[in-house]
Structure formats: structure tokens, C-alpha cells
């Protein structure tokens, strides 16, 4: 059990690898557009199986992160968590043709130069994971459009000086 990021093919033994994986080089855009921090970064412990010119990468992940509230863009911490299940193929141009044909439900990568990048396969999974569009509570009123202060902060003084423009001039008229 070491600390990997990268392993080379001929390092999996036939009866397979187990290992732990701490991915702390990770930037928090690598994650995804909508990630602000990272907290404790992706852990993985990982296996890793042979068969054939194929290698099966599963396991199970977790990291701790800040979202970004898609509406008043505040902080969300959030534990993300989940399972591996990838198979690893040579390079499109060097397998034979029954390995390309895959059914389509089953994840698949392929490896570079003889060697996996595990980080690359466990910060897929977390993006994947990740709400598209994170709120920081299912009712975030989100921010004023027109000072950018949250509206859970209560009124701001712009609420009463938009004015719907039928008003307005009705105000005007009254005056006049
Ligand atoms: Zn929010
Ligand atoms: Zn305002």
C-alpha cells in the first residue's frame, strides 16, 4: 500500500495490486467549473486487475470540497463520494478488433505509453459526481440583479426603486 498517482503496467503483478491513492495536486477547476475549494482532496483506495492486454481499475473515492451556490454564489461544503469501475484498454491503434467493440455502459479509458494515470481516473469520477448546478439550500433566493447583494441577507434599498415602468408612469401622472 503506497501513495500512487501514476502506475506503469508491468508493476501489476498477476495476482493484482491494491493501493491508496491521495490526489493533493489537484486544482480545485480540475474538479469542475463549479468547484471553489477543495478541502481534503480525492483518496481512492484502489485495485487493479490484469486481463489480458486490459487492466480493471475499481474502487471507491472520497473528497470534501466548497461548491459554488449556482445562485448567490456562496460557499456549499460538500462530502462527494463513490465507486470506481473502469477498464483500461492500449491505445486505440494497437487493439485488436474485439477489444474495440465494448458494450456501451461499460467505463473505458486507455493508457498512455504503457502506464494509468489513477489521479486522471478518480478526478473523472468526482466531476462526474458532481451537481451541475449547486445550491447552498433548495430555496436560495439568490443575489439582487441589480447591487449583487444575497437576497437571504434581507431587502436591499434597490427593491423599492425598481419601479415596474406601467407605474411609473402613473406615479408621474398623479404628479402632474
Ligand atoms: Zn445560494
Ligand atoms: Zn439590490
Same mark, same amino acid.
Given at each position: 500500500?503506497?501513495?500512487?498517482?501514476?502506475?506503469?503496467?508491468?508493476?501489476?503483478?498477476?495476482?493484482?495490486?491494491?493501493?491508496?491513492?491521495?490526489?493533493?495536486?489537484?486544482?480545485?477547476?480540475?474538479?469542475?467549473?463549479?468547484?471553489?475549494?477543495?478541502?481534503?482532496?480525492?483518496?481512492?483506495?484502489?485495485?487493479?486487475?490484469?486481463?489480458?492486454?486490459? &487492466?480493471?481499475?475499481?474502487?471507491?473515492?472520497?473528497?470534501?470540497?466548497?461548491?459554488?451556490?449556482?445562485?448567490?454564489?456562496?460557499?456549499?461544503?460538500?462530502?462527494?463520494?463513490?465507486? &470506481?469501475?473502469?477498464?483500461?484498454?492500449?491505445?486505440?491503434?494497437?487493439?485488436?478488433?474485439?477489444?474495440?467493440?465494448?458494450?456501451?455502459?461499460?467505463?473505458?479509458?486507455?493508457?498512455?505509453?504503457?502506464?494509468?494515470?489513477?489521479?486522471?481516473?478518480?478526478?473523472?469520477? &468526482?466531476?462526474?459526481?458532481?451537481?451541475?448546478?449547486?445550491?447552498?439550500?433548495?430555496?436560495?433566493?439568490?443575489?439582487?440583479?441589480?447591487?449583487?447583494?444575497?437576497?437571504?441577507?434581507?431587502?436591499?434599498?434597490?427593491?423599492?426603486?425598481? &419601479?415596474?415602468?406601467?407605474?411609473?408612469?402613473?406615479?408621474?401622472?398623479?404628479?402632474?
Amino acid at each position: 500500500m503506497g501513495f500512487e498517482v501514476k502506475i506503469r503496467l508491468e508493476d501489476i503483478p498477476a495476482e493484482g495490486l491494491e493501493l491508496c491513492l491521495r490526489d493533493a495536486g489537484v486544482r480545485p477547476r480540475e474538479l469542475g467549473s463549479q468547484v471553489g475549494k477543495i478541502v481534503a482532496p480525492p483518496q481512492a483506495s484502489l485495485r487493479l486487475r490484469r486481463e489480458g492486454s486490459m &487492466v480493471l481499475v475499481t474502487g471507491h473515492y472520497q473528497t470534501r470540497l466548497h461548491l459554488v451556490c449556482s445562485r448567490c454564489l456562496a460557499a456549499v461544503e460538500v462530502e462527494v463520494s463513490g465507486e &470506481v469501475d473502469t477498464a483500461f484498454l492500449p491505445p486505440l491503434e494497437d487493439a485488436p478488433e474485439e477489444i474495440r467493440l465494448q458494450p456501451e455502459e461499460l467505463e473505458v479509458g486507455f493508457y498512455q505509453e504503457g502506464e494509468i494515470d489513477l489521479a486522471l481516473v478518480v478526478r473523472q469520477e &468526482v466531476s462526474l459526481a458532481l451537481p451541475m448546478a449547486p445550491l447552498c439550500r433548495p430555496e436560495c433566493p439568490g443575489l439582487c440583479p441589480h447591487c449583487g447583494r444575497p437576497r437571504a441577507e434581507g431587502a436591499c434599498s434597490c427593491a423599492e426603486q425598481v &419601479v415596474d415602468p406601467r407605474w411609473a408612469k402613473l406615479a408621474k401622472l398623479q404628479l402632474g
